[in-house]
């Protein structure tokens, strides 16, 4: 089997024991030809510097070093663009390597079927519903029901030339692994998924001296009342009834300065893309809770909704 060449991309914030571990299980297990890039998100603790002693000795292909923290879609769209690879793989400096046949079990059934996929790791303890399918030449594989982990998600070519980067719209932390599970989903593609199981280990409950975790989870949470309409299934409606395009750009164009320093720009279209998603949250949030599922699958509703687009996308007041 031949094998596909892969731009890795971690993206980073603290953690250092994290990222020690990860980049060192993926130097000594991985066999398969790959870029690795890393994108540091302003961290504190000691992981530039290292990250800049292994870019010095040639073990990182490329790497950004934020000021701040962009959020993790920004930094790993950064990664994506760094090269121009068969496979993009988003993996998080939470992931250790295990075996030297992770990529086999990965990415195996998908080549070998020759299917339009994203493959994902199948992670012990979390709530993704998974079931066996038959792949073409007869090869079983799981498929994810619902998204994929973004924990070690790859991505082939032709997805992101079909639907573009990862969705920016969801703050440092949110839901772009679910988010582009989704599109992908729509466009056809299947969400195969690997055991994770002697092959790779999450090591995310694992504590260095900075609380982490409860870091991330405080910026994840959502205090609105249940009338709001969060933002993962707003834009879940508007791609699943065509509302909003499957190809996301980026909101927040880098700009690479003399010396590596990386600098962000908003995105021209922002702005108009900002407007519509705020405008067509608070006319969802005008129709009764009760009456809500019922209202928006009906023409009327989406009728309003696409004269919201055009008029934001025009650059029309409300």
């Given at each position: 089997m031949e094998l596909p060449k892969i731009n890795i991309g971690v993206t980073t914030y603290n953690r250092l024991a994290l990222t020690r571990k990860c980049l060192a299980s993926l130097k000594?297990?991985?066999?398969?030809?790959y870029v690795l890039t890393v994108v540091d998100n302003g961290s504190t603790d000691g992981t530039r510097e290292f990250l800049t002693r292994l870019k010095a000795d040639g073990l990182i292909d490329h790497l950004f070093l934020l000021s701040e923290n962009m959020g993790v879609?920004?930094?790993a769209n950064l990664a994506w663009t760094s090269a121009d690879t068969p496979f993009f793989l988003k993996l998080d400096n939470d992931m250790e390597i295990l075996s030297r046949d992770w990529l086999a079990v990965a990415l195996g059934p998908m080549l070998r079927a020759g299917v339009a996929a994203l493959v994902g790791p199948k992670i012990p303890g979390t709530s993704h519903p998974f079931e066996h399918t038959v792949l073409p030449g007869g090869e079983t594989s799981l498929l994810a029901l619902s998204s994929l982990s973004g924990a070690a998600l790859f991505v082939p070519r032709e997805a992101h030339v079909e639907l573009g980067f990862f969705n920016e719209d969801y703050g440092l932390y949110g839901h772009e692994d679910a988010d582009y599970s989704h599109r992908a989903k729509l466009a056809g593609y299947r969400l195969l998924a690997f055991d994770t199981e002697g092959i790779m280990r999450h090591l995310g409950a694992y504590r260095?001296?900075?609380?982490?975790?409860?870091?991330?989870?405080?910026?994840?949470q959502d205090q609105d009342q249940l009338e709001r309409i969060k933002p993962f299934p707003l834009n879940a409606y508007l791609f699943g009834f065509g509302l909003?395009?499957?190809?996301?750009t980026r909101r927040l164009l880098p700009r690479i300065e003399a010396g590596g320093a990386v600098t962000f720009a908003e995105a021209p279209a922002t702005p108009a893309l900002r407007a519509f998603l705020e405008q067509s949250a608070t006319f969802i949030e005008s129709v009764p809770l009760d009456r809500r599922q019922e209202y928006t699958a009906q023409p009327e509703c989406l009728a309003r909704l696409r004269e919201i687009r055009d008029r934001c996308l025009a650059g029309v007041g409300p």
């Open positions: 000594k297990y991985t066999a398969w030809p879609s920004c930094a260095d001296g900075d609380p982490y975790c409860d870091f991330k989870s405080a910026l994840r909003r395009e499957l190809y996301v």
